[in-house]
Every structure is written in C-alpha cells, then in structure tokens.
C-alpha cells in the first residue's frame, strides 16, 4: 500500500481546470517532486493534499485512509510554505513546539523535542530568538523543524527554496535530502525548478495545463520523456519538424527536411501515425559536430545538415555550440572537441536512435499557451 | 552644474546654495522642518492646557486669590465621584461591546467579503451626517411609540421604549464610534498574512485555537488602537449622554460642560477636567504598555532590533 494515493484527482475553479484528472502515488520514505511551469496546477495539488482545497472530483488517500473532506488540523500532513508563514509573535521555539501544543504535548516535552530539532537542522541555541532576527536560510530550517517535530507522515514542500540565492538553494537541497535520511520521512516537493527537482528527488511528476504528463525517475524522464513537453522541460533539447513518409513496426522513415532516414520503432511515440508532422527531438550531448570539408553531407542512415557555428561557450568538460544550420536553423551541440571557431562550417549530424519523435501538437510545448488562457477545460491535448 | 541653461543654472545655483546653507546647519534644518506642528501644538494644546491649569487653582473667578480648594472639593464629593464611577462603566461597557461587534465586523469584512471597498464606504458613511443630526435620528428611534416600538408592535412584541436608559446611551456610543474602531481593526486583519492562518491549521490547531494563538495576538495592536479611539472619546462625551440618557445618566463631561456654561464656574470646571485628564491618560499608558505601542509604532516581531 502507498503512503499517500492520489486518484482522479480533479479541481475545477469555474470555467477552469486548474486540475485534470491526476493519478500518482507516494511511497513511503520517497522523496518525490511535482514538477511543472506555474500555472500547470501543481500547488494546487499540494493544497488540496494538505486541505486547504477541497477537490472538484477524485480521491486522496493517506495510509489507506481517504482524507479528502477532513480538515487540514485533522490530517496527518505538515507543509512548508512558499513564504515560509513563520509567527513572527512566536520565538523559533514557540515556533516548533507550535505543532506539539495543539497535540497536548507537555511543555518540557516540547521543549526537549524542539531542541533536538534545531539540532537536526543545525540551528541550536537559536530557540529564544525571534524569526524576524534570522537569515533567510535559517528561516528555511527553522520552517523545515516546524514541520518535522511532529513526526507526520507527509511533509509538504511548496516551492520553499524560491526565494534563495543559487549558492544558498544548493545548499539547502544537499539539507533536505540528509534531514530526509536520517528522520526517515517521505517528502513531496512542488517547484517550477527543474534544477532544485533533478537533483533532490527520486521521482518526479510532471504536470502541464493541469495534467499529469510523465512519472518516473530522473533518468527515466530524461532519457525517455514522454511528450515533447517533457523533454523540453527536463534538461534541454533540439527539435526539428519532419513528416512521418512510413511507419511499420520495426521503423519509420522519417523526412526533416534532409530525406528519408529510417528511425527505430521504439523511438517513436505510440500515437504517431504515417503521415502525421512530427517533432523530432535530439538532446544536445547527442549531437555531433564534423568538420564540413571533410565529411559528405548526403548521408541517408542519419540526421545531417551543413551549418555555420554561431558561438561556442565552454563548460568545463564539454563545449556548447550554437550552429546555424541550413536544414533546420539553430541547433545546439554538446561535443568534447573544442576545435570549431565561430564563422566556422560544419556538419551537424546526429544518429536516429537518439532521437524522440512526437506527434505535433502546439498546445504541448512550455512556451505555449498559459492555463489561464485556455478557452475551455474541456479541450484535451488529443485534439 | 555643467550641463543647465543660463536661467536654468542661475535657478540651480540659487537652490544648491540654499541646499548647501541648510546641509550644514543641521540645526536649522531639523528647525524647518519639524516647527510648523510643533507651533500648532504648542498654541492650540500646550498653552491652553496651562491656561486651564492655572484657573484651575483659582477661586471662583479668574484673577481671583489661589486655591485648592476645586480639586478638595471635586475629589471629596460623593456625588460627582459617583459620576465619575458611573462613566468609567459606561466607557468600559461601550469599549467592550465595539471590541466584540467592530471586530467581528471587521473580520468578516477581511476573511469573508470581495467588496471590501464598497463595504468599507458604508462603514465610514455615517460620518458625512452631522453628529447631531445622527443623535436626533436616534431620539426618534428609541422613544416611546418611536421607530423601535412601533416595529416590534407590527411583530406583536412589547414596546420598550428605550429612551432616556442606560442602554439608550451604548446604543448611541457604540453606533457612533464603531466606525472609528473598524478601521484599525480593519487595517491590522488585512495586514494579517493568510499564510500564517493556514500554517496553524496545518499545524493541528482548530479555528478557535488559530483565532486566539495567531490571529488575535497577530492584530493586538489595531484592537488597542481602536479601543483606545472609542474609550477617550466617551469618557468625555457630554453630547450623547445628554440626548438620549436623559437626567438619569449622567456623565462627568455633562459636568464638566455645566460648570464652563451654566453654572460659570470655570476655575471648578477646569480642576475637573485635569483630574480626568490624568485618568485618562494614566489609563493609556496602562494600555500601552499591556498593548506594545499605541498606533502600532512598535511593530511586531521587533524587526527594529
């Protein structure tokens, strides 16, 4: 049995979907993220878990118990806010023991418990002062002990780490992830950061415009993202658009422009069919760069286009390049050598296995229409 | 400066040399600044109020021999220490009431309303119509036979005939100063992070227990504001008393009024009114300092610190 079971889970705000029929599960002891741009409804989703939302439709189960209409002080949830929501009237220990007192937990008791919090978020002998005399990085602990001391079986994370600075945010992340091993706690994380969700969880849940679009790992979303939506979410990638000219079930031949190349099966999504525009999409570390004098550019087995580099940035490890292709303007390579200058031609050319292919669909893409945009709730992404 | 026209620059040079006269005499400056208020307090409060001190320890007329004889008289005199008694529960009575009605007025307001504005106006409304007239209005509501009556007749109740009673004057008080006291009660709920609502529900507590541990404490100061703006006022309200409690409710400012207007006694008028002054007075620093800051200067969560 899952800690937390989410179930058709729908909220309507008048006319608007804010969300769409979502199924997803928490298991215990994971720490699992919602991750999706604002607007695609996942606050609302950590709301209506902590109770301050009622669902339009759908249930929520918590340790096989269903919580939806139960008040948020009777459910077994704590959450830390975006803003944090600190009682500046209360000292940090006030602050902690808050929790514990409406338990009926007796006062030396609070205090023992919330002592040993500080402790695990490395703020002792902060107890006596003030929120408004802390840094907002002690803030952010402190808001993490308020949740913790009272040992709930969910805590609830809204976006906390927003308002950080990078370095701090970082750092805060590497904290939530050993606060959450050693108190053994199951955790689940709303950002709009993919950064901050990467590098903590270990699922996430991908919602757009309401919807669930993809579950799974890290690495599952990144090496093979659902819908174009999530593969230009998580990490960065290149799309073209090409037209499906045949599709049987080991391949398809696919025309971006550069002729018919065969693409595996396997990377093609199941709903595209021969015929259909298609974005093909290709992460950059796939890429390949060739000098253009020396390699031929009419290969039929792979994507391959002569450009002109545009810029070059180093990274380290790796150098990432903006070419300017002929077939498909700018596509971006990630490739260990750094032998190309800016002005330079050369093939862009990647192997299509490596590719994802998605039926077109201009609703489907981050940069396109908001939520609140949408005319009518009732449009699904199908059509 | 460079770049200025010729009657540009000879403007600029006028006004950086004044700038430049003031920057070093900061005395001055403050001098400037500060005096105009302090000029106004000092001839519309400050001297008038030593005026009344003064003829407060003269005998029946001004200009005649000192005494301290009103003062003696005044806090020796069963009678008007029973006024004085009498006022300070009709104070406290009205204080109270408008605690509980103007904040549950203002609350919902906050937390239950999307035409905040519009019911904010209405709240204010009354203060566009003389005082008087508002008090007259309600002399026609309260009396035998009035408003009042005759509704409760048409619902087959009893008629009350409220005028001239002890709950004749809190229902002109309270009608009175209750949108005196929403505002800040106002001012403090809306300041209130909602957040902070929801982190006490998430965190166990009930309604009532939010209310009292966060919410309450959270607009401590607009209530003692508000409070405050109510208490002071009826305590020297001679006005209200008089329309509408009629000869059995008397108030110490009727007193006050008295001697200044009818009986002439200024010199036992005054002593009065600065006895009540220290009262009152005392009582508000009472209240600031059980309160944390009239007007909310001292913020919460000592962010000053």
Redesign the interface.
């Known amino acids: 049995m899952s800690l937390l079971h989410v179930s058709g889970l729908t909220k309507e705000f008048g006319d608007l979907v804010a969300v769409d029929d979502v199924d997803f599960d928490v298991e215990d002891g994971e720490f699992v993220s919602i991750l999706g741009p604002s607007g695609s409804g996942k606050s609302t989703v950590l709301r209506m878990v902590a109770g301050f939302e009622e669902p339009t439709a759908g249930t929520i189960a918590l340790e096989g118990e269903e919580i939806v209409g139960k008040p948020p002080f009777e459910r077994d949830v704590n959450m830390v806010f975006q803003d944090l929501a600190l009682f500046p009237h209360l000292t940090v220990a006030e602050n902690i023991g808050y929790g514990l007192k409406q338990q009926g937990v007796p006062k030396a008791e609070r205090r023992e418990r919330s002592e040993r919090m500080l402790e695990m978020v490395r703020l002792e002998g902060y107890g006596d002062r003030t929120p408004a005399e802390l840094s907002g990085g002690e803030q952010q602990r402190v808001a993490l002990a308020r949740a913790l001391v009272n040992e709930p079986a969910l805590v609830l994370f809204d976006e906390p780490l927003s308002s950080l600075d990078r370095k701090l945010r970082q750092h805060m992340q590497t904290e939530l992830q050993r606060i959450q091993t050693e108190t053994d706690t199951t955790f689940l994380y709303v950002t709009h950061d993919q950064e901050v969700a990467l590098a903590v969880s270990d699922r996430l849940i991908v919602l757009n415009d309401g919807g669930t679009q993809q579950i799974g790992t890290v690495e599952d979303l990144y090496e093979d993202p659902a819908s174009r939506f999530v593969a230009d979410f998580i990490g960065d990638v290149n799309t073209v658009t090409g037209r499906v000219t045949d599709l049987d079930d080991d391949r398809a031949l696919i025309d971006a422009g550069t002729g018919e190349i065969p693409v595996p099966r396997t990377a093609i999504a199941a709903d595209v069919a021969a015929g259909d525009d298609v974005d093909v999409c290709v992460r950059p570390y796939q890429v390949s760069l060739r000098d253009a004098a020396t390699t031929e550019t009419d290969a039929t087995d792979a994507f391959a286009s002569t450009g002109t580099v545009l810029s070059r940035s180093y990274q380290g490890s790796d150098s990432l390049y903006d070419v300017d292709t002929d077939a498909w303007g700018t596509v971006s390579a990630e490739v260990r050598e750094d032998a190309f200058r800016n002005g330079e031609d050369v093939t862009v050319t990647w192997a299509p296995e490596h590719v994802h292919v998605y039926r077109r669909d201009d609703e489907d893409r981050p940069d396109g229409g908001e939520t609140e945009d949408r005319p009518d709730g009732g449009e699904t992404e199908d059509e | 400066m460079a770049g200025r026209s010729d009657a540009g620059s000879a403007i600029g040079d006028r006004i950086d040399a004044i700038t430049a006269y003031f920057r070093s005499r900061p005395r001055l400056r403050t001098l400037v600044v500060a005096g105009p208020p302090y000029a106004v307090l000092v001839l519309f409060f400050a001297i008038p109020l030593l005026v009344m001190l003064v003829v407060s320890f003269q005998t029946s007329e001004i200009g005649g021999p000192w005494t301290l004889s009103n003062y003696t008289n005044f806090l020796t005199s069963e009678t008007y220490l029973t006024v004085v008694w009498q006022t300070l529960v009709i104070s406290l009575q009205v204080t109270a009431i408008i605690a509980v009605v103007g904040y549950a007025l203002a609350y919902s307001i906050v937390r239950f309303s999307r035409r905040t504005t519009l019911l904010l106006l209405l709240v204010i409304l009354p203060f566009w119509t003389s005082y008087i007239i508002r008090m007259y209005a309600w002399i026609n509501i309260l009396q035998s036979d009035g408003v009042l009556d005759s509704t409760l007749n048409l619902f087959g109740l009893p008629a009350v005939g409220l005028l001239y009673s002890q709950p004749a004057v809190l229902i002109g008080f309270t009608y009175v100063w209750l949108p005196l006291a929403i505002l800040p009660f106002y001012a403090s709920l809306t300041n209130l992070?909602p957040?902070?609502i929801?982190?006490?529900?998430?965190?166990?507590?009930?309604p009532i227990?939010t209310f009292t541990?966060?919410t309450l404490?959270?607009t401590k100061n607009g209530v003692i504001t508000g409070l405050i703006l109510t208490f002071i006022p009826t305590f020297g309200s001679f006005i209200t008393p008089r329309l509408l409690g009629g000869t059995n409710n008397i108030m110490i400012g009727m007193v006050i009024e008295n001697q200044f207007k009818s009986a002439f006694n200024w010199p036992f008028g005054a002593a009065i009114g600065m006895v009540i002054s220290v009262v009152v007075v005392a009582l508000l620093i009472l209240a600031t300092r059980f309160g944390g800051g009239l007007f909310g200067q001292r913020s919460?969560?000592?962010?000053e610190?």
């Open positions: 992070d957040d902070l929801e982190a006490s529900k998430d965190l166990g507590a009930g227990r541990s966060v404490p959270m919460q969560g000592g962010a610190a």
